[in-house]
């Protein structure tokens, strides 16, 4: 749904296009391009999102043990990854350590969680850029090489050539497609197990879980895993021959959705063997943890340290619907460690929402803030970005070498995954190797490692509570008081990338609470210091290889692009009508303001 | 603040947490008071090592359902 406008033609044929909102994708989200047609090349892009959401401002005021129910809210796909990051959080504040078991249920949960969401974005929403009806409408000639090119690891997955592969991810009908839907039941029942309810788990709370911890409810889990695995090891080499032949077949392809390597990941499966959720500790657990966290800037590995990362992050305006803070509360001034703690940081940030009419050119147009990383080597504000998520955990895991776990080994420049033998198909290895760049094809490719990678861990998670169970260690909640006064975060990693809470509490109340999910940091709109986000970051100045001309463009290596970053802006409608012609240009802001 | 215009509350935002009669589940005490749980120490990273009996299943003859073997664990069925 491309809304076209011709710009008054300087020295290039330049022609607006825009998407809002873009489908498939959770959420509301409006890319708005000018594109040079006649030198296939995206000139310029904004990212705009019109909804409000307003956590950080009604939190206030509540129950801090009801944070964990409310932010799970946050978003209808992955709102277990927000109860879990609330709980991390909220055990921190009030200084607790859940029982090993709850731990490892929560890792099991998780792991789920990610073979889940990344399964049915990947084939129900993402293939469908790649699927043999949409290559025929964008690219036919892409689609007749297809049907001549044999797919290299046909022998496992079954499908001869790769435009049998595309056929397979056709939408409703494509077997691919229909057996991923099949693979998400199967791995929510999982998450169910775990966590009690998808999306919003009801078993979840600050220390522990209510999830009886039987050896029934570990083996039904374990045998719905094994059922995942021949799924899983047959996606993975279609998934490479796919990205592969886009590479070969279109060269120049890697410029489609490439930008600066700058990945963040922070965290995810904690080790209850070292972790204590204290502040002090936090950078030695967070390494412990069986993804490492880390920041990844031109292909180095700068810190995987949680603490280095916590206090690094600052929330920037520029072009979003707010006010400053810069004279309000500072609630934290140093942490606990008794480092200085920003005034743009979560703790210190006070939500000052103000509707207004978007200005596309040099004005506001977003509810995202942007949130960037203080570099303090050069003093840049880093517009870091997820890739999707899978991407910065696999690279950051992979260069940081600490994971090793029989089923998953990170090498210092990959990390292997191994998946044992099950029904229909024998034991595998697959190797995801640190790419040459961050762009839209290697963020999918991750995607699907990824999935590997959960499977593979949730293997050990299970081993480990099994353990704990079969020596009549059941305990999964520790009891806790709510103290009047103190500080936590949460560092995790969202289906899609980096999560953190940040949380103050006064007088046994929230007095401050901050959720920092992957999309304000992937869709943030140019900060003040003029350094766009990384979704306009990664589309202005790509080729364009769609064959169709302005009057029928589909925008499909554009889409590829935003699309890999699997944005997840919950949730709005906006509607568009005729075919390029506005009828009525409205602005409608979320809260009560009039707006001239 | 921002000046927005807002309705009126007519409630507090923590009124669920203290409405009378309902107690805190994560209060301290409350495991201690649960029969069949027996604290054996800390294991890593300073979190609480437990070991659970048939009496954390049942109240009915619970010493006859426990392993012939003291070394053996308990696995309960819920």
Redesign the interface.
């Known amino acids: 749904m491309a809304i076209r406008e011709e710009v008054s033609p300087e020295s290039r044929n330049i022609v607006e296009m825009s998407w809002d909102p873009i489908t498939r994708i959770v959420g509301n989200l409006g890319i708005y391009t000018k594109i040079d047609f006649d030198n296939q090349e995206v000139v310029e892009c904004k990212s705009t999102s019109s909804v409000f959401r307003g956590y950080s ?2 939190m ?4 801090p ?2 944070a964990h129910f409310i932010t799970s809210r946050i978003c209808g796909i992955c709102g277990d990854n927000h109860a879990v990051c609330s709980v991390y959080a909220q055990n921190m504040a009030y200084g607790i ?4 078991l709850a ?1 490892w249920i929560y890792n099991l949960g998780e792991a789920a969680e990610y073979m889940f969401d990344h399964t049915i974005f990947q084939d129900n929403l993402v293939f469908v850029d790649y699927c043999e009806q949409m290559v025929r409408e964008t690219n036919p000639s892409l689609l007749e090489r297809a049907e001549q090119t044999e797919a290299p690891n046909a022998d496992i997955h079954g499908y001869r050539t790769i435009a049998d592969i595309m056929r397979a991810f056709n939408p409703f009908t494509g077997e691919m497609y229909k057996e991923a839907l099949n693979m998400s039941r199967i791995t929510r029942e999982m998450f169910c197990l775990m966590e009690g309810r998808h999306v919003h788990p009801s078993t979840i709370y ?2 522990g879980t209510g999830t ?1 911890a ?2 029934q409810v570990f083996t039904d889990y374990l045998s719905r895993l094994m059922r995942c695995l021949d799924f899983i090891k047959q996606a993975v080499p279609m998934n490479d021959d796919v990205f592969d032949f886009f590479y070969e077949a279109l060269p120049g392809y890697e410029e489609v959705g490439r930008r600066r390597i700058l990945l963040g990941c922070w965290s995810a499966f904690q080790n ?5 959720y204290k502040y002090q500790n936090m950078a030695e ?1 967070g390494r412990a943890a069986f993804v490492t966290p880390g920041i990844i800037v031109d292909g180095e590995l700068l810190t995987t340290s949680l603490v280095d990362i916590n206090l690094g992050i600052r929330i920037l305006l520029g072009s979003s619907y ?2 400053d803070w810069q004279n309000e509360e500072t609630f934290v001034t140093h942490d606990p460690l008794g480092n200085p703690v920003d005034k743009r940081h979560p703790w210190n940030q006070t939500t ?4 207004q009419k978007r200005e596309l050119e040099g004005g506001n147009y977003s509810w995202v803030m942007s949130p960037r990383w203080y570099d303090q080597r050069t003093g840049d504000h880093l517009a870091l970005d997820t890739g999707g998520g899978a991407i910065a955990r696999l690279w950051a895991t992979a260069l940081a070498g600490l994971v090793d776990v029989g089923y998953v080994k990170a090498t210092g420049d990959s990390v292997l995954i191994n998946l044992p033998k099950t029904a229909g198909t024998p034991e595998m290895q697959f190797e995801w190797n640190i790419p040459q760049w961050s762009n839209a094809i290697e963020r999918n490719r991750a995607r699907i490692y990824f999935v590997a990678y959960s499977a593979a861990m949730a293997f050990h998670f299970i081993e480990k509570a099994l353990a704990l ?7 999964v ?6 103290p009047d006064e103190a500080i936590g975060c949460g560092f995790h990693e969202a289906v899609r990338g980096v999560l953190s809470h940040h949380l103050v509490i006064r007088d046994g ?1 929230i007095a401050n609470y901050h959720p920092y999910p992957p999309t304000p940091w992937n869709g943030s709109p140019t900060d003040w210091y003029g350094t766009p986000g990384p979704y306009e970051d990664a589309v202005a100045g790509q080729p364009i290889f769609e064959e169709n001309g302005p009057d029928n463009f589909k925008g499909i290596d554009i889409m590829r692009a935003v699309r890999s970053f699997d944005p997840c802006l919950p949730c709005g409608v906006h509607m568009y009508l005729g075919n390029g012609k506005v009828l009525e240009r409205r602005h409608s802001p979320t ?3 009039d707006v001239q | 603040m921002a000046e927005i215009r807002v309705g009126k509350p007519d409630t507090k935002p923590d009124a669920p947490a203290h409405t009378k009669g309902i107690n805190s589940g994560n209060e301290p005490g409350g495991i201690e008071a649960e029969p069949g749980l027996e604290y054996t120490g800390e294991t890593g990273a300073g979190r609480p090592q437990t070991r659970s009996y048939a009496r954390k299943s049942t109240g009915i003859n619970p010493e006859k359902r426990n392993p012939i073997d003291p070394n053996s664990p308990n696995l309960p069925p819920a």
Request: net charge negative.
């Open positions: 401002v009604f206030k005021g509540k129950d043990r009801d350590a859940m029982p090993p731990e600050p220390g009886v039987t050896p209850p063997d070292q972790c204590d657990w707010y006010e000052l929402p103000k509707p169970v079969h020596a009549g260690d059941t305990q909640f520790q009891e806790f008081d709510v109340k809260l009560g303001i």
